[in-house]
């Protein structure tokens, strides 16, 4: 997590991509001027980041089909970039599994987990790390420690012994950032994603220093939909304060996607406050006497390792509505004939999107991220625009973006309608984490709790398609939530003419 919020060469070349496909989508270019993308970011005879220009623009290129929606190509037959991209081009062309990718050749097949002696070592006398070793791994040569990897069983004895604290453990960035393990290696030790594991968190992409992992993206279809004079509208996220820096206030980001072309915006917290209230009578008339625990479902990848890792549990993961759903019913019931895009800050809703039951609700989602791209693609300043604010919804309903956040606004709800009922709550963030909480529920030490889990470090601002550094992203969602003239979802009118 230590490169969130640091501006790397990786975040401006996936900016860079994002921007440039935004640009090919806006304009009247034949769409096979694709090919031309890794030139304009790459310039020059003389490679920045890696051993050659000519990887460097290969790797862009995959990048930037992965942005048009499109798959890999295969390394060892003449495949352009543009190969599928006239397909795509179409707005109603959905892109295809899977969602999360490793560019092979972009990846530096980091060693996997291991330990090893640095020069912190000082040969000491006692040398703990010997007589801890339960399988005779270390032993002491030229007066300093060596770990025998072959006898290497990886359990960090030796490392917790050391009173120099000489010996230190080593992961694949990506493999660390996993929290369920999805994190393999092919036949070249270069990662590799097993997708019976994956939830489409979206960690790796971010902790991946080689800017190895993507996924895929629909900017380049949302963008054609939006030419087509196709009525399109916003649904963002509660996250996204702050996320386009100082001069993006709520009203200026509104004024902003109108200036792409969105026919408007509509705050995702509206769809939190309806789920808050619901998941708040769901636990009052379910927990403990129906089923022992409720855990909330607002994040697909938490909600999607409840049932796939414990699915003796998946009877008590809420089945109320995610609010990207919530809302997008919303503005489909008053605008029947509207797209909506999602914009958000993390994969996952676009694994949940991609869902046969979600699909007819939500035609588009894109990050954070992406969205800067198009900001950028039609040189959209801030400074120079002006707008009204959303008044959507409440307090804690845009408070859903942090960690806790979902919990508070359930238990505010079951206060103001069930007075006087305590209501037990655990949360975790991080997927291991959540696995953690789990264990402790399947051991029967959490009936009667309600419990938050969060996919990603500090809740939603910390998704992997946020830009904004987590603890600057928290105090802007805080700021934004002071702001709200409704402080509980019970109180939100809105919510409750969608309930009756």
Known sequence: MLMRGVFTPVTYIRRQVFAEVARL??????PAAIEEIPYRIITGEVPLYRDSVFKERAIVGERVRLACGLGLREMDKPVPISKGVEECAKPEKYYEPPLVNVIPFACNACEEKSYFVTDNCRGCFAHPCIAVCPVKAVSMVNGRSVIDKSKCVKCGRCAEACPYNAIVKYDRPCAEACGVNAIESDHLGRAKINYDKCVSCGQCIVACPF??????????????AIKSGQEVIAAIAPAFVGQFGPSATPAKVKAALK???????????????IGAVEEAHHFIDSVPEKQAFLATSCCPSWSVLAKQHFPELAGCVSTALTPMVAT???????????????????????????????RSDVDFVITFEELMGMFAARGVEFAELAGEAPEDASASGRGYAVAGGVADAIVSCIHDLYPGREVNVDRAEGLANCKKMLTLAKAGKRNGYLLEGMACPGGCVGGAGT???????????????EQAGIQIATKNPKAQETAE
């Open 467 to 481: 830009i904004l550094p987590i603890n600057k992203a928290m105090i802007s969602v805080k700021q934004f939530q």
């Open 328 to 358: 997008a019913r919303i503005i489909k019931k008053e605008h029947p004939t509207a797209r909506v895009v999602f914009i958000g800050p993390c994969s996952s809703k676009k694994l949940e999107a991609s869902r046969r039951t979600v």
């Open 211 to 224: 800017s190895a992992i993507a996924d895929k993206s629909q900017i380049f279809q949302l963008i054609k």
């Open 25 to 30: 989508a806006y304009s009247d270019e034949d």
């Open 259 to 273: 200036q792409l072309g969105f026919a408007d915006m509509v705050e995702v917290a509206l769809g939190a406050d």
